[in-house]
């Protein structure tokens, strides 16, 4: 059965020239990056810190305890030693021939790009990029993760420098959530991938798309399975692994 939906989803891809990707979570934990937000990552970060990823990770904690937030910051969301897997690399691919126009993410481990996509939209930012909240002075991850002090603070006028990534009651940058609705918008084939679609503003943006190849390639259901033309429940990287290198 699962060999009769990887020749759909080839099928599809082949008759395509506009695919989209929209990927979450479930993307890069192939690549052994956890997801926080599973029950798992839940507990395991009430149980060593005592408050839930979204407290740690809301801009009211980060504003009052900038140290604690770092402390978690840098040892649950930052993993320098991580490389693509085969989903990336597929869709690098699929970028390289023309099909894919754009990867719209919920990460922020700059795996898409590491992998060679090109036209990626980070909805919820990036680790890569840092910068004083004072100034705006840039850096880049390497200061955050190697800087003496808990805080990282800017060479140039002391103010704390923070990650350029979406905090909880933080909003998204209408910027990069606009370039992504218009992608999807124009797509003939829309593939939602790794993510729960439990997470708004991010999943109300699959209501842009109006085609007929919605693909949902996730390990368990989505609120949106019933609306899809093809569902795989399966590992991302396995399936799209498959679908665009063949084996």
């Known amino acids: 059965m699962e060999d009769e939906r990887i020749r759909t989803l080839k099928d599809m891809l082949d008759s395509s020239e506009y695919v989209v990707f929209f990927g979450g979570a479930g993307v890069s934990t192939d690549s052994n990056i956890p997801d926080f937000r599973s029950e798992d ?6 149980t060593k810190y005592g408050r839930s990823p979204e407290e740690l990770l809301s801009h009211t904690f980060f504003m009052a305890h900038p140290g604690e937030f770092f402390e ?9 030693d991580v490389r693509p897997n085969r989903a990336h690399l597929a869709l690098a691919e699929l970028e390289k021939r023309g099909i894919l126009k754009s990867v719209v993410t919920q990460n922020i481990d700059g795996l898409h790009q590491m992998a060679g996509s090109r036209e990626v939209q980070e909805l919820h930012g990036s680790v890569f990029r840092n910068y004083c909240m004072k100034c705006g002075e840039k850096y880049g991850l390497e200061y955050v993760v190697n800087y003496p002090e808990t805080v990282p603070k800017c060479q140039k006028c002391g103010g704390i420098v923070r990650p350029d990534v979406v905090l909880y009651e933080e909003g998204l ?11 999807i918008r ?13 997470v708004y503003p991010a999943a109300g943006l699959i209501d842009y798309y109006s085609g007929s190849r919605l693909v949902l390639i996730n390990k368990s259901s989505t609120p949106y399975d019933r609306r899809a033309d093809l569902v795989i429940n399966d590992s991302i990287g396995k399936v799209l692994g498959e679908a665009v290198f063949g084996q």
Request: charge should be positive; avoid cysteine.
């Open 41 to 46: 990552g839940i507990y395991k970060t009430l």
């Open 72 to 80: 978690y910051y840098r040892n649950n969301l930052i993993f320098a």
């Open 173 to 183: 940058d209408m910027r990069v959530l606009s370039k992504a609705a218009a992608h």
């Open 186 to 198: 124009k797509a003939d084939m829309l593939i939602v991938g790794g993510t729960s679609l439990a």
